[in-house]
């Protein structure tokens, strides 16, 4: 019989935890059927009763652990956790899980609590995502590190702001609405201090000019909003702010252009880069970490109905520039467009990130591995690079190059929002630039983040089930720690 209280302990083969009394993992490893063999990374096995009362799962990291790079060793306890976690979810009963994260409390709570997620709004059992319950429900199991520590801790808040932007992202599109999406924003920043949350209308949106922002809604019924929070931790609440702008496509349909039937529903996560910028925000702000942010997100649906945007129709955006549509379906980068001009003017940011789910062709170029960065900064790109390796939410730097300028400049109007199918996602990335106010002057630093690949895991991961990934919300809460201090 399992017990409702259980054990957690990754183990190195060759030195291994002694955290736990009663629970020595070498002389329980050797009870098992593959006992005479060395226990691969990621080998499990599970005890009842050891020590009395409990049920405890180890887990091994694999030989050479001790030599192996620290990026490395962190990626093998997320791995061996998450293995274990699976495991172990399968008991029913299993309420409270004590973790040995010794190895590595910060990764070892990542983990568990990314290995534990699973979306689903199944009524068999009462599911926590089900949208009737007024509160979001809690998690099924209860984790505590057999040590107390603040690296335990904040790895809990990284791990379940990536499992809030995957929550965002998994809802169907009739659930998660620009104005849902804004709601559930608000109730979970409630209580936060150094928060302010703004949700403009879109009267204020054709107030400020954002009219290419505006043309993406104008085939919905379904009213769009632009959402800001401004969260200010800095000593200093008047020093520049980091900002973050996320594309928020609630639906994708293509519009007029509309995209084929197939696989049509993967595009209610087409507002994964808004539900990524919100999420880190929100563990920004409850690490109460010592930065100002300031963080923007349109959003809207993109459909066909009948006032929707024409290919071919030609449109000024804030910063004055006349925008041609040829197609509807490169939506992102105009409601991009305007959020990064108002963001930049309105709030100068010294650095700007905008995370979008922009084009098809970065899901060809580097699939699920990599999110692709554009960035005239190699700073910048340096930044985001080492807070990608540390929480293994990888980046790819891609060309952000001038000499693909002519695609998006063959029409009347001074850009059109598509190039072609060569380099797409460059091409994209190059249209987003002329927004972005004080580039050209040195003011701002400025990168895009393409997450069409990333966004969705399509097979299991050792600490993820498939399905959205909620990233990169780990590295950007990293990039911005790291910045803070
Ligand atoms: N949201 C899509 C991009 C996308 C595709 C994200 C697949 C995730 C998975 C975007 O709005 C889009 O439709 N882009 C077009 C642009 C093209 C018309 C220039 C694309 O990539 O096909
Ligand atoms: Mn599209
Ligand atoms: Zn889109």
Not at 266 to 289: E, F, N, P, T, Y
Request: glycine content about 8%; aromatic content about 8%.
């Amino acid at each position: 019989m399992s017990s409702s209280q259980a054990l957690i302990v990754p183990f190195d083969p060759s030195a291994p935890s002694q955290a736990v009394a009663g629970v020595q993992p070498l002389q329980l490893w050797s009870l098992t059927p593959s006992g005479d063999k060395a226990p691969k990374a990621g080998a499990t096995a599970t005890f009842y009763n050891t020590p009395a009362g409990k049920t405890t799962t180890i887990s091994s990291v694999g030989d050479g652990f001790a030599a192996k790079s620290s990026e490395v060793k962190r990626e093998l306890v997320r791995k061996s956790v998450g293995a274990a976690v699976k495991e172990l979810k399968a008991f029913e009963g299993v309420k409270e899980v004590v973790v040995d994260a010794s190895l590595d409390p910060h990764a070892a709570a990542v983990a568990a609590h990314l290995a534990l997620y699973k979306f689903t709004l199944k009524t068999n059992v009462p599911s926590p995502f089900d949208p009737r319950n007024a509160e979001p429900a809690k998690e099924r199991i209860a984790f505590a590190p057999v040590e107390a520590s603040g690296e335990w801790d904040r790895g809990v808040v990284y791990a379940q702001s990536q499992n809030l932007a995957r929550t965002l992202a998994e809802y169907p599109a009739n659930m998660i609405t620009p104005t849902a999406f804004t709601e559930r924003v608000r109730r979970e920043f409630e209580g936060i201090a150094n928060v302010e949350i703004v949700v403009r209308d879109e009267a204020w949106a054709a107030e400020k000019g954002m009219n290419v922002f505006l043309s993406v809604t104008h085939g919905t019924s379904e009213p769009a909003k632009f959402l800001e929070i401004i969260y200010k931790g800095a000593a200093d609440k008047t020093a520049a702010p980091l900002a973050f702008v996320g594309k928020g496509i609630t639906f994708d349909s293509g519009g007029i252009s509309l995209k084929p039937g197939a696989g049509m529903k993967l595009m209610r996560g087409d507002m994964g880069g808004a539900a990524a910028v919100v999420s880190a925000a929100l563990a920004i702000a409850k690490l109460q970490l010592p930065i100002n942010l300031v963080v923007t997100t349109p959003l809207t649906e993109n459909m066909p109905g009948p006032s929707a945007t024409k290919p071919g129709d030609i449109i000024y955006a804030m910063n004055g520039k006349s925008v041609e549509v040829d197609n509807t379906d490169a939506e992102g980068r105009l409601v991009l467009s305007d959020a990064i001009y108002y963001t930049s003017t309105e709030y100068k940011p010294h650095t700007l990130i905008d995370v979008a789910t922009l084009t098809g062709a970065m899901v060809i170029a580097l699939g699920e591995v990599f999110s692709g960065v554009f960035s005239s900064s190699d700073e910048l790109w340096q930044q985001l690079y080492e807070a990608g390796q540390l929480e293994h939410d990888r980046f790819w730097r891609m060309p952000m190059d001038e000499e693909y300028l002519p695609q998006i400049h063959g029409s009347n109007a001074d850009l059109q929002n598509t190039g072609g199918r060569p380099a797409g996602s460059a091409t994209a990335a190059l249209f987003l630039k002329p927004f972005v106010a004080g580039l050209e002057e040195g003011e701002i630093k400025w990168a895009h983040l393409d997450i069409a690949g990333s966004m969705e895991a399509t097979r299991p991961g050792q600490y993820q089930e498939k399905g959205m990934t909620g990233r990169p919300v780990r590295a950007l809460i990293e990039f911005a720690r790291r910045l803070a201090n």
